[in-house]
């Protein structure tokens, strides 16, 4: 029977301070079995994609490629601006360096707070039951005080490679507005890549696209590029893609553009907020046609004098200071490869990758599997052989494809998976177990983390958060006064009270 494999490591490089590598940090600190937890963070603030950054004056971003099809786009480049950083009166103002991010003007999350939250830091009580991107930022920097201490701000990593001692050099360079920073390398035993997966977009490439936006600057963009509706304010307007962002930036840009908006996707969404009088519905684009600014749908209907396309359809998976690991990480984009249980890199898996699933409830997502890295980087789990870890890929290509769809975790699974890293975590070796293992004579101590773990109210609430979201919308400005389920009408309580009357009535 092949043997499990058992790490062991005494340093650590996160990279990136968003809430994944926040949660990530925490555990592995609890373990207190590292001698450096280092975190790298590009951006000089915490909070990674729950950063806003208003887009600049002038031409599109240069990193907007129509089509975009290629994950292996490059690292980010960043964006200077003027920023108070102080926000004290009479101070001057700094030029900063900001990475895009997907946040738009009038975000608000589509899950509602007492489920998205992370499972040690309650929501403030005025907070509204689907927190704004700014109410987010101010939590997750909350989250984040106590490991601040850690991080390298303003540090961009250029380069992971592995060295024959089995460690990881990590190259990181001083974000600089000339590109000469400083640049440093440091070996480390292991690395948990926390950057995400929204920087690349995807852009499919559709007949025609090329000649349309050559004749049209500008009048195709993607989701991350969109920041406010009044920009498509009495144009002819095309969303294509209707998950969470496409849905909610097609019901603000419905608002603001020349009725009907022409919402195309390839199925339903279970997000939807059903028909509307401004809005029709469309199969995906067959063809771009520059003439009459036309475009032409898979049913064969045609529209003309179409002013902008907005793609809403996802990203890449992309990790370019990864790009020479072998065997690869990414080929396609459409997903990760050579991982078990969407974390550990297989051949080597002192490299993990937190959250790269899709469809899921992300901060305890973070933690569950924080939880999970931290105890076997500690050496109080172990991991299954790398057969038996291929096997497990290989199982899940079978069962969900090899695309798009690996890292989709549609609820339920979301919340059982969340059960199983955490059953997997509480698993775990005690300290004094994995001390003898490894020949110390370390005494057994409280350690670790507790994971969380999904009740019968969390995946009540889960099952339930579209309908959730449409009434707190429903409300107008008033939702912004809402903070509770009950509020806009949902009641767990309720609903276990009737659920119990239903079972006496059988009985």
């Not at 968003?18 to 280092?38: D, I, Q, W």
Request: glycine content about 8%; some cysteine; charged content about 25%.
């Amino acid at each position: 029977m092949p043997a499990e494999r058992r790490l062991k490591v005494d340093s650590v490089c996160i990279i990136g301070a968003g809430p994944s590598g926040l949660a990530a940090a925490k555990y592995l600190l609890a373990e207190r079995a590292f001698s450096r937890v280092t975190i790298y963070e590009q951006r000089s603030s915490v909070g990674g994609i729950w950063n806003y950054v208003p887009l600049p004056s002038g031409a599109p971003p240069k990193d907007l490629a129509v089509p975009q099809t290629n994950p292996h786009a490059g690292r980010d480049e960043p964006i200077w601006q003027y920023s108070n950083a102080d926000k004290v009166l009479g101070s001057r103002d700094q030029e900063e360096a900001a990475f895009m991010t997907p946040l738009y003007d009038r975000l608000e999350t589509n899950i509602p707070r007492g489920l998205m939250g992370f499972s040690d830091l309650p929501w403030p009580k005025e907070c509204q039951l689907f927190p704004k991107h700014e109410q987010v930022l101010e939590y997750i920097e909350r989250y984040a005080e106590d490991v601040r201490d850690h991080i390298h701000f303003s540090t961009q990593v250029l380069d992971v490679r592995l060295l024959t001692d089995e460690r990881w050099a990590v190259k990181s360079q001083a974000v600089s507005r000339d590109g000469r920073g400083k640049v440093d390398e440091e070996a480390f035993d292991a690395v948990v890549v926390a950057s995400g997966h929204f920087n690349v977009p995807y852009v499919p490439h559709v007949p025609g696209i090329e000649e349309w936006i050559t004749a049209h600057p500008g009048s195709i963009s993607h989701s991350k590029f969109y920041r406010r509706p009044e920009h498509y304010t009495g144009k002819k307007v095309v969303v294509v893609g209707n998950s969470a962002s496409g849905i909610d930036i097609g019901a603000q840009i419905e608002r603001e553009c020349k009725h009907p908006l022409l919402a195309s996707s390839k199925s339903d969404s279970y997000l939807s907020t059903g028909p509307s009088e401004g809005k029709v519905e469309k199969p995906p684009i067959a063809e771009y046609v520059v003439k009459d600014r036309s475009v032409r749908f898979e049913d064969g209907s045609v529209e003309s004098e179409v002013d902008a396309v907005l793609y809403c359809t996802g990203y890449f998976y992309s990790f370019p200071f990864l790009d020479q690991l072998s065997p690869p990480l990414i080929t396609t984009g459409e997903r990760t490869e050579n991982l078990y249980q969407h974390i550990f890199y297989r051949p080597h898996p002192s490299l993990a990758f937190p959250v790269l699933n899709q469809k899921v409830i992300p901060f305890p997502f973070a933690e569950a599997q924080g939880a999970v890295i931290a105890r076997v980087f500690s050496g109080r789990l172990s991991l299954p052989s790398d057969d038996e870890m291929q096997e497990w890929e290989e199982q899940v290509k079978s069962d969900t494809g090899d695309g798009r769809m690996f890292h989709v975790l549609k609820f339920p699974r979301d919340g059982d998976y969340i059960n199983m890293c955490h059953d997997w975590a509480l698993s775990a070796d005690k300290p004094g177990q994995s001390s003898r293992m490894s020949g110390g004579t370390v005494a057994a101590r409280e350690v670790g983390r507790q994971p969380p773990y999904w009740g019968e109210k969390e995946y009540w609430t889960r099952e339930r958060f579209p309908a959730i979201k449409k009434a707190f919308q429903g409300f107008g400005e008033e939702r912004h006064g809402k903070h509770e389920l009950e509020d806009v009408g949902f009641s767990y309580e309720q609903w276990k009270r009737e659920k119990h009357d239903e079972c006496r009535k059988l009985i």
